[in-house]
């Protein structure tokens, strides 16, 4: 019998490791559609608007969550009791906004039987919620989830966001490493790895003429769904209703000459400023995913599949590399070179490490944010991760292309990126 068991085994194994071997792998494995993907039905954001100054600097993060929700269900048409779980991702809220996100869901007409979970991952927060409700889709746990973000730099963002540390953090030297401003370890990065300003200004510049040029075009316009909000005058002081609808730190004529002027933000003789780093904003955005074999019984149009996404550390000092390192394990795990993708939405936390990575990747620079980033129309911390889903599958779908990656570096040395494919 123990013989006769053991045949069996190595039998089975055999047939494991053809299989195995039988994988196709490639763009066309990514491409092919199965029942059990994990697919995007709907992918939408609020506009960004400046913190302090713009469109939604009066307004709660949950409420523009919620904003982003009821437009998640009115553009899908899906009944909200189909959804299972919603992860959000956030930074700055104390509590980690689980609380007000889960009323801001119940408000937005999810009923009570739809979970909901907050999570942060600092400027990944957004990406990781949907790489949450993916991996619990796949693993049979739900079968239709929303992977959000969120952040109101207006009222959240300042001092209070940063926890004290103990003395033992502060001992070790790697760990206090983690508290060092990501403006400093930048600015530091830059010139260990020789970015020059010259080279910063012109990948920032870049970034404003094609969001400005895009903007122009209504390129946004498919992604963005219109919020309304009260909105207090700064000059008069008086309240008024308004319809955000526009990114609205986007500004045009902005050259390497021009940002060549701007005085650096860190050091006398730094490189890095206001105008070659992420804007500081306001935002959020949803994403609609579930089981294919479900979609279709659903009735909803498929517009993209999640395939893979990584996540991995870097030193905290170092922290602006993380796309770098991330990117090419998301692209291993789906089987996949650089060159089969089509678009790379970097965020663009800083010119210097946004640029120093796609160099080091060696990806073409037209392929990178077409329609610019995060130093052209902003960063809301939680919310850029499902942002640049949203903004991905939207541009690859008016350009006919297939595959793309979103990617970011994240505070305290880490990076996660993640490969998607438009249908």
């Not at 579930?290 to 550390?313: D, Y």
Request: aromatic residues 4%; glycine residues 10%; neutral net charge.
């Amino acid at each position: 019998m123990a013989f006769a068991a053991h045949q069996r085994l190595s039998q089975v194994t055999s047939h494991l490791k053809a299989s195995e071997a039988d994988i196709t792998r490639g763009k066309e494995s990514i491409l092919a559609k199965s029942p059990d993907d994990v697919v995007v039905t709907c992918a939408l954001r609020t506009a960004i608007t400046k913190g302090g100054k713009g469109g939604f600097k009066d307004t709660a993060a949950a409420d523009l969550l919620h904003g982003a929700f009821t437009s998640l269900l009115s553009r899908s048409k899906l009944d909200p009791a189909h959804v299972e779980d919603i992860a959000v991702g956030s930074v700055l809220p104390p509590g980690g906004g689980a609380t007000e996100f889960r009323a801001a869901a119940l408000a937005a007409g999810f009923p009570e039987s739809t979970a909901v979970k907050s999570l942060n991952r600092q400027c990944s927060s957004g990406l990781q919620a949907c790489v949450d409700v993916a991996n619990a889709i796949r693993s049979g746990m739900i079968d239709v989830g929303i992977g959000a973000g969120v952040e109101s730099m207006s009222l959240q963002y300042g001092p209070q966001a940063v926890t004290e540390f103990s003395e033992l953090l502060e001992s070790h030297s790697e760990a206090a490493n983690c508290r060092v401003p990501m403006g400093v370890l930048s600015e530091q990065m830059a010139q260990d790895r020789h970015i020059t300003r010259a080279a910063q200004d012109a990948f920032a510049a870049s970034s404003f003429a094609k969001a400005a040029a895009a903007q122009k075009q209504g390129l946004f316009d498919a992604e963005i769904a219109p919020l309304t909000v009260r909105w207090t005058d700064p000059k008069t002081d008086e309240e008024k209703e308004i319809t955000v609808s526009r990114d609205d730190g986007v500004r045009e004529g902005m050259t390497s000459e021009s940002l060549g002027k701007i005085r650096p933000a860190f050091r006398k003789d730094g490189t890095i400023h206001a105008g070659n780093a992420s804007q500081i904003s306001d935002g959020a955005a949803a994403v609609l995913l579930m089981r294919r074999s479900v979609a279709e019984r659903l009735g909803q149009t498929v517009i993209g599949k999640f395939v893979s996404a990584s996540v991995v550390g870097v030193a905290p000092l170092l922290m602006g590399i993380g796309p770098w390192k991330a990117i090419p394990v998301a692209l291993e795990k789906a089987g996949v070179g650089k060159e089969d993708v089509d678009i790379f939405e970097i965020n663009e936390a800083f010119a210097s490490q946004c640029l120093w990575c796609a160099n080091e990747l060696g990806l073409p620079m037209e392929k990178v944010n077409p329609k610019g980033g995060a130093i052209a129309f902003g960063h809301p911390l939680g919310c850029t991760g499902a942002r640049q889903v949203s903004t991905l599958l939207t541009e690859l779908k008016r350009t006919g292309k297939k595959v793309g990656v979103t990617s970011m570096c994240v505070g305290t040395g880490m990076g996660m990126a993640a490969v998607w494919v438009a249908e």
